[in-house]
C-alpha cells in the first residue's frame, strides 16, 4: 500500500520539516552551502558513519518507502519482469529522481552521499528498484548537471526529477567494455539545424520506462573517441524500443536496444561541448576549479567515462544494500529456524559464517561511503569507486549466496527473496566460487558486469598504482 503521507510530501520538503525549522526553504541547511555537507575544514576527523542530518532523514525516509510500498511488490515485479507504476510514481514523489537536482530545477539538492544512501536502502528490499534510481540519478541527472548548458539542463531536469525516467545509452553490440568503440554516428544536416543520428545500443537499464534517453554518438568519426558526444533524446524524437533480453536476473533492469534511426533531431537538444554554465549542488563547488580546467581537454567520451567514475560508487551502494538485504533475511531466518533442538543461528560455524560477511559488507560500505566522500571534497576519487564496486560486488554475491545455504531448502525457493538477491548480485560482481572453507574473497576471470566490468576496475586500480610508482 503506497502510504499517503510518503507520496504527499516530497523529500525536500520533508526534511526541512523533520528538521523542526519553520524557515524558509532557502535558508535550509541543504540549500546553505558545502560546508553544511562536505567537511574540507573539518579539523577532528570524523567516522565514516557520520553523516549530516539531512542524510540520516533522507536514510530513515528511504527505508520507510523501501518496506512500505516496494517490498510488498518486489516479488510481483520480478515475477512479471516489470516495474509497477506506483513504485516509480513514489520515487519523483519522495523526491528521490533528483536528489542532487538544484531546488530551482524542481529537484532535492542533496549531497551525493544522499544518493548513495537513497540506492543502498532501496537494495536492501530491491536491487533492481535501486538501479533504476542508481542510473537515473548518478549518471543521467549527472551528466546534464554537470556538463548541459543551463538551457538544456532548464529544459531536462525538472521533468527528470518530477516525472520523467531516463536512461544512459553508452553501450552497443560491439562498443562494451571498449566503450569508445561505438558507432552510432551523428551527422548535422544541410541546413545545420538538425542532427542525424544513426545507431544501435544495446543492455540499456531504465530504457522500457523511460521517456528522456542519453545517447553517446560520434559527430566526427575521423576524430576517434575525440568525436564523441552526447544528445539528449526524448522518446518521440524517434528512439525505438527494440528487443527485450532474457536475462540470467528476471528484474526490471530492461536492456534493449535503443535505436535511434534517423530522426532529425534540433540541434538545441545536443548537450553542447561548449556549454559553460555547469550546475553543481553545494557539495560539488569545492571541486568546481579543478573539474573546470579539466573540462577543457575532455572530449564527450571522456565525459562518459568520467561520469561512470561517479556512477561505480552508486552500483558500490547497490551492491552493499543487497548484501544487507540477503544478510537480514537469512539471519533473521537461522535465528528462528531450530534444528537439534536448538537454533540453528546457534551453531558455532553459523555464527562464525555471520561474523565474516558482516565484516565484508562493513568494510564494502567503508569503502563506499570513502569513495562517496571523495568525490563530494573535489578530491581524487577513480581508484577509491573502483575499490569499492570491486569489492562491494564481490562481496554481495558471497553474501547473498551463502544467505541461501543458511536458509536451507527454503532459500533456494521463490518463497524467500534470497534467490532473487543471488540473482541481482551476479550483475553487479562475480566472486571465486565457495570452496567450503567459509566465505572467501577475491575474483574470478569473468562476471562483473555493468559500469565496467570487475576486469576492468581491477585494470583501473592497477594503471593507477603503476602511475604511482613508474616515473
Ligand atoms: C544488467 C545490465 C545493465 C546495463 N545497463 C547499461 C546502461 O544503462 N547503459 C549502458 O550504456 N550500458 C549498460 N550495460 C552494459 C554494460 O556496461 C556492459 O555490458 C559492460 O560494459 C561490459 O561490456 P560487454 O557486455 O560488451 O562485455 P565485454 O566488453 O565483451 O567483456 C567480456 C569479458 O571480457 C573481459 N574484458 C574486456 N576487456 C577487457 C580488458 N581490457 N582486460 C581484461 N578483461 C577484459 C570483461 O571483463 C568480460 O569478462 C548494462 C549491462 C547489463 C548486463
Known amino acids: 500500500m503506497l502510504s499517503r503521507t510518503l507520496r504527499a510530501a516530497p523529500l525536500r520538503s520533508r526534511l526541512v520539516s523533520h528538521a523542526g525549522a519553520s524557515r524558509a526553504i532557502s535558508a535550509s541547511p541543504i540549500a546553505r552551502g558545502v560546508q553544511e555537507i562536505t567537511r574540507p575544514a573539518i579539523e577532528t576527523p570524523l567516522s565514516l558513519w557520520n553523516f549530516t542530518e539531512e542524510e540520516n532523514m533522507l536514510r530513515e525516509t528511504v527505508k520507510?518507502?523501501?518496506?512500505?510500498?516496494?517490498?510488498?511488490?518486489?516479488h510481483d515485479m520480478d515475477e512479471k519482469e516489470m516495474m509497477d507504476p506506483e513504485v516509480i510514481q513514489g520515487l519523483f514523489d519522495n523526491g528521490l529522481m533528483g536528489i542532487e537536482t538544484p531546488a530551482d530545477l524542481s529537484g532535492s539538492e542533496c549531497s551525493f552521499t544522499s544518493a548513495i544512501i537513497a540506492v543502498e536502502e532501496l537494495a536492501r528490499v530491491d536491487p533492481s528498484v535501486a538501479v533504476l534510481c542508481d542510473v537515473h540519478n548518478t549518471l543521467v541527472?549527472?551528466?546534464?548537471?554537470?556538463?548541459g548548458s543551463k538551457e538544456i539542463q532548464e529544459k531536462w531536469l525538472p521533468d527528470l526529477a518530477t516525472s520523467k525516467v531516463g536512461s544512459f545509452c553508452l553501450t552497443e553490440p560491439n562498443a562494451g567494455s571498449d566503450a569508445f568503440a561505438l558507432q552510432t554516428t551523428a551527422k548535422l544536416d544541410k541546413s545545420g539545424d538538425f542532427y542525424v543520428l544513426n545507431g544501435s545500443k544495446c543492455w540499456i537499464s531504465n530504457s522500457g520506462e523511460a521517456e528522456t534517453f542519453l545517447v553517446f554518438a560520434n559527430v566526427d568519426p575521423s576524430k576517434g573517441y575525440k568525436g564523441i558526444t552526447c544528445f539528449a533524446l526524448s522518446k518521440d524524437m524517434g528512439v525505438e524500443i527494440a528487443k527485450k533480453e532474457k536475462k540470467v536476473s528476471r528484474a526490471r533492469l530492461d536492456r534493449v536496444d535503443a535505436s535511434s534511426g534517423s530522426d532529425r533531431l534540433p540541434r538545441a537538444s545536443c548537450h553542447s561541448t561548449t556549454s559553460r554554465s555547469p550546475r553543481r549542488t553545494s557539495s560539488e563547488r569545492s571541486a568546481r576549479a579543478t573539474r573546470w580546467v579539466r573540462r577543457r581537454h575532455m572530449s564527450d567520451g571522456q565525459i562518459a567515462i568520467e561520469i561512470l567514475n561517479e556512477g561505480r560508487i552508486g552500483i558500490a551502494a547497490q551492491m552493499i544494500g543487497l548484501a544487507q538485504g540477503a544478510f537480514d533475511h537469512a539471519v533473521g531466518y537461522a535465528y528462528q529456524r531450530?534444528?537439534?533442538?536448538?537454533?540453528?543461528g546457534d551453531f558455532q560455524k553459523m555464527g562464525h559464517d555471520f561474523a565474516e560477511a558482516a565484516?565484508?559488507?562493513?568494510?564494502?560500505?567503508?569503502?563506499?561511503?570513502?569513495?562517496?566522500?571523495?568525490?563530494?571534497?573535489?578530491r581524487p576519487f577513480t581508484q577509491q569507486a573502483a575499490m569499492a564496486k570491486y569489492y562491494a560486488s564481490v562481496i554481495a554475491q558471497e553474501v547473498s549466496g551463502a544467505a541461501i545455504e543458511w536458509t536451507g531448502g527454503v532459500g533456494f525457493t521463490r518463497d524467500l527473496p534470497l534467490e532473487k538477491f543471488w540473482r541481482d548480485s551476479k550483475i553487479g560482481g562475480s566472486p571465486r566460487w565457495r570452496n567450503g572453507a567459509g566465505l572467501r574473497s577475491g575474483a574470478d576471470k569473468s562476471g562483473a558486469i555493468y559500469e565496467g566490468t570487475n576486469n576492468i576496475q581491477l585494470e583501473t586500480i592497477a594503471k593507477?598504482?603503476?602511475?604511482?610508482y613508474v616515473q
Open 64 to 74: 520507510r518507502f523501501a518496506e512500505e510500498v516496494v517490498g510488498p511488490r518486489a
Open 141 to 147: 541527472n549527472t551528466v546534464l548537471r554537470l556538463y
Open 338 to 344: 531450530k534444528q537439534f533442538g536448538k537454533l540453528v
Open 359 to 378: 565484516i565484508k559488507i562493513e568494510a564494502a560500505r567503508l569503502l563506499t561511503y570513502n569513495a562517496a566522500r571523495l568525490k563530494e571534497e573535489g
Open 464 to 468: 593507477l598504482i603503476r602511475k604511482e
